[in-house]
DNA sequence: AAAAAAGTTGACCGTTTTGTCAACTTCTAT
DNA sequence: ATAGAAGTTGACAAAACGGTCAACTTTTTT
């Protein structure tokens, strides 16, 4: 008897913590979630099916709609967590590192969360695409704020000599593009870079010429 | 009179030559293409309505259907048209030209023509989320190419010492997402902006950012 | 001015889709 | 072992949707 379980109305177990949460309501929850990311990400709210969504995840649909009661429902749980990882890559723009060392280290990060995440990442660029109009307002406050305080680090590296003069925020918009954009528009990387499927070579080539052109610059620099 | 007006059954006047091309057909196919591509940017084929389309063009859905067949004639209508503004951005980027004027060049146009064409740009990124499979084989082909093509140039530019070197189909890449995001993502660049609408000045100061840090890059250059 | 062609429209039909439900099975606590 | 809670399921109802159409009006041709 593992406490007290009764019931479990709050749907927050997009990422479980431990490996196999048993509960079965856990599981299944989660495995809908899982195909309504992937669903919605591709067909967005209203254009993915319930059935679709079902099928992918095992279940029958009836059974979906005894975890969920609408189809709105699961969107919205699906966008709910998208903020995270904004965050969590954020944390190398910090004040105390070498403007070139925490860059490098956001691009390779906000890279592999993409690549590791490709479904999310479609997901938050279709919900924005429509206009974000299912992002809840502390959220979008959430990354307005943080967009800020990170702005600042930038200012103060300028300011200190470590950075030529630049404006942070769209400093910023150009590393988010570049580093979604291959999850985003598998599609279309594909194709530039005329292979079939991008592997980890790809990936590494991606934050090398990232890192490099964004720190470095592409002119030549007088010896 | 003017000359013979016979029928006309082809659909290529998503962008009328003139200024009040006069004749209904025409007149009505544009309208319906105009609120199809407003539609169809935000929503993909599956999650717009026809009515939804028919009320933006401000006809009866009778009507639209008088006009378009399906669905899906109405969509591949609008991206037939897409990949037009990828070449027309891209002759910018030619071998005898200086990297640093072509590249600012390059970005102004492609930034220019997202702002101005915002609704495109978004169907254009829907279609490639949704995994680019309404757009034609030529289509893709002629992308490739041309990739291939300018990326010769930007081998050029490196071989001839005019540039660091670099993987020029990644390097284009870079360049794709930042011109697009303003468009693509507008409500997300709003929020990092503090905006609450893009304007002029934005536009110009996204331009600058991206290619002073593309071409000089962010890390002091040693006097 | 009359006829033919093109365009307009709301009502309509069959299908798909969302969401419900009652009968049933499995699980869990005692 | 048993009772009650939780979970499962296919069949079903109501609404939304894509697409059609016949009657009608407007435009163009002669």
Redesign the interface.
């Known amino acids: 008897m593992a406490g007290s379980l009764k019931r479990n109305d709050s749907i927050d177990e997009i990422a479980a913590p431990g490996v196999s949460e048993d509960r079965i309501r856990a599981r299944n929850v989660q495995k809908i979630l899982s195909a309504a990311v992937e669903v919605f ?9 319930i059935v679709e969504i079902a099928k992918a995840s095992g279940l029958p649909k009836g059974n979906v709609y005894y975890y969920f009661s609408s189809k709105e429902e699961i969107y919205n749980a699906t966008i709910a967590h998208l903020i995270h990882s904004w965050d969590e890559a954020f944390q190398h723009i910090s004040a105390d590192r070498e ?2 060392v925490a ?1 490098e280290d956001y691009v390779r990060t906000k890279l592999e969360y993409a690549r590791q995440n490709a479904a999310e990442t ?1 997901l938050f ?2 919900e ?5 109009g299912h992002l809840s307002g502390e959220a ?1 406050d959430h ?2 704020s943080i ?2 305080e990170k702005a600042k680090v930038i200012d103060a590296w300028v300011a200190a ?4 003069k ?2 942070a ?6 590393l ?3 580093t ?3 999850a ?2 598998e ?3 594909c ?4 292979v079939d499927q991008l592997r980890t070579a790809d990936y590494n ?2 934050a ?3 890192t ?11 010896s």
Do not use: C
């Open positions: 990400s591709r067909k967005g709210l209203d254009g993915a099916r403007p070139a860059i479609r660029a279709n924005i695409l429509q206009g974000a979008r990354m307005r967009t800020a000599g470590k950075m030529v630049v404006d925020r769209h400093l910023f918009i150009l988010w593009s570049a979604q954009f291959y985003e528009f599609a279309l990387a194709d530039a870079l005329q080539l991606a090398k010429t990232i490099q052109t964004v720190l470095g610059g592409l002119l030549p620099r007088p």
